[in-house]
């Protein structure tokens, strides 16, 4: 699939047609304000994301990526459509029933700016505790256990453990942020811009953490970003969201070679590293035009 003005992101896994995904979102709509102010920021989305896969999520800033992540939580409520996640409607729970699901863990998010996500005053190990603490399943060397074992498996050593977010670099507060949601075990990850504040070696270093990640553990991820140089290494497909609507989606490698839409052109015009050649001057112009005379 890989048209842009069917709004979908849809596509089985090609080794089980067949196969429920992990996630799924049907019609989905938000609106901010109210009354004459109401404007709509999202449209229709239909959005699948099958277990194990890695979804890349680019859009300029305004398109409405965050506000797409923060629906599927809970945290910004739809005014349309449904999102169910595992075969259960969680866009229907409310009060204990979507505590309950909440403390289960299986669906995590990870913040665009690790360092204000991370409490001041709590330590890495706290922090990286803090929902297994919330679950109340385990006893204390089963936590300590399960926070060692998180930090390892984000590349840290044990020693930074009792540290405090000031104290490390961004690199490593990424981590942190990233081990804080894989210590609960969960089977999707929604990464909100995770590279964006890092430099280029650490940005490096954290895309092929992400990528080993899903491929050893199976984890799924929806990774947000405005910049498709950073998921066109990690994603098996990619959506590209422009005004609120999914614009055009497909295998990551089809929509980098054969983008459709002007939206997506003018991204990989624009990231000449990405392609064998880059779009002219005069041709992102051209571009911009046209998604000027759209909008």
């Given at each position: 699939m890989n048209g842009f003005s069917n709004g979908n992101l849809k596509m089985p896994d090609e080794h089980n047609p067949q196969a429920n995904p992990l996630l799924r979102l049907r019609g989905i709509e938000v609106s901010y304000g109210f009354g004459a102010r109401k404007k709509r920021v999202l449209h229709s989305i239909d959005f699948d994301v099958f277990a194990g896969e890695t979804i890349g999520l680019i859009g300029e800033t305004g398109s409405g990526k965050t506000t797409l992540v923060r629906s599927i939580l809970g945290a910004v409520p739809v005014s349309a459509g449904s999102i169910d996640f595992a075969q259960v409607q969680i866009s229907a729970l409310k009060g204990r029933a979507l505590r309950d699901f909440r403390r289960t863990g299986r669906l995590q998010y990870v913040f665009q700016d690790p360092l204000q996500s991370l409490d001041p005053d709590l330590s890495?190990?706290?922090?990286?505790?803090?929902?297994?603490?919330?679950?109340?399943?385990?006893?204390?060397?089963?936590?300590?256990?399960?926070?060692?074992?998180?930090?390892?498996?984000?590349?840290?050593?044990?020693?930074?453990?009792?540290?405090?977010?000031?104290?490390?670099?961004?690199?490593?507060?990424?981590?942190?942020?990233?081990?804080?949601?894989?210590?609960?075990?969960?089977?999707?990850?929604?990464?909100?811009?995770?590279?964006?504040?890092?430099?280029?070696?650490?940005?490096?270093?954290?895309?092929?953490?992400?990528?080993?990640?899903?491929?050893?553990?199976?984890?799924?991820?929806?990774?947000?970003?405005?910049?498709?140089?950073?998921?066109?290494?990690?994603?098996?497909?990619?959506?590209?969201?422009?005004?609120?609507?999914?614009?055009?989606?497909?295998?990551?490698?089809?929509?980098?070679?054969?983008?459709?839409?002007?939206?997506?052109?003018?991204?990989?015009?624009?990231?000449?590293?990405?392609?064998?050649?880059?779009?002219?001057r005069a041709r992102r112009h051209e571009l911009r035009e046209a998604l000027a005379n759209n909008a």
């Amino acid at each position: 699939m890989n048209g842009f003005s069917n709004g979908n992101l849809k596509m089985p896994d090609e080794h089980n047609p067949q196969a429920n995904p992990l996630l799924r979102l049907r019609g989905i709509e938000v609106s901010y304000g109210f009354g004459a102010r109401k404007k709509r920021v999202l449209h229709s989305i239909d959005f699948d994301v099958f277990a194990g896969e890695t979804i890349g999520l680019i859009g300029e800033t305004g398109s409405g990526k965050t506000t797409l992540v923060r629906s599927i939580l809970g945290a910004v409520p739809v005014s349309a459509g449904s999102i169910d996640f595992a075969q259960v409607q969680i866009s229907a729970l409310k009060g204990r029933a979507l505590r309950d699901f909440r403390r289960t863990g299986r669906l995590q998010y990870v913040f665009q700016d690790p360092l204000q996500s991370l409490d001041p005053d709590l330590s890495v190990s706290d922090s990286v505790a803090e929902g297994l603490h919330i679950q109340g399943k385990l006893n204390h060397g089963q936590i300590n256990e399960r926070v060692a074992a998180a930090l390892h498996s984000v590349g840290l050593d044990a020693a930074i453990a009792q540290r405090n977010p000031r104290a490390l670099s961004g690199g490593q507060r990424q981590r942190v942020v990233i081990a804080r949601a894989l210590v609960l075990e969960p089977a999707l990850l929604l990464l909100d811009e995770p590279v964006s504040a890092l430099d280029s070696a650490s940005r490096v270093q954290m895309l092929r953490l992400l990528k080993t990640l899903g491929r050893e553990r199976g984890i799924a991820q929806v990774f947000v970003s405005h910049d498709l140089g950073s998921v066109a290494g990690i994603a098996d497909r990619i959506a590209v969201l422009y005004q609120g609507r999914i614009v055009e989606s497909g295998p990551t490698m089809q929509v980098l070679r054969h983008p459709q839409h002007p939206y997506t052109q003018l991204l990989v015009g624009s990231a000449p590293t990405l392609t064998s050649g880059a779009a002219d001057r005069a041709r992102r112009h051209e571009l911009r035009e046209a998604l000027a005379n759209n909008a």
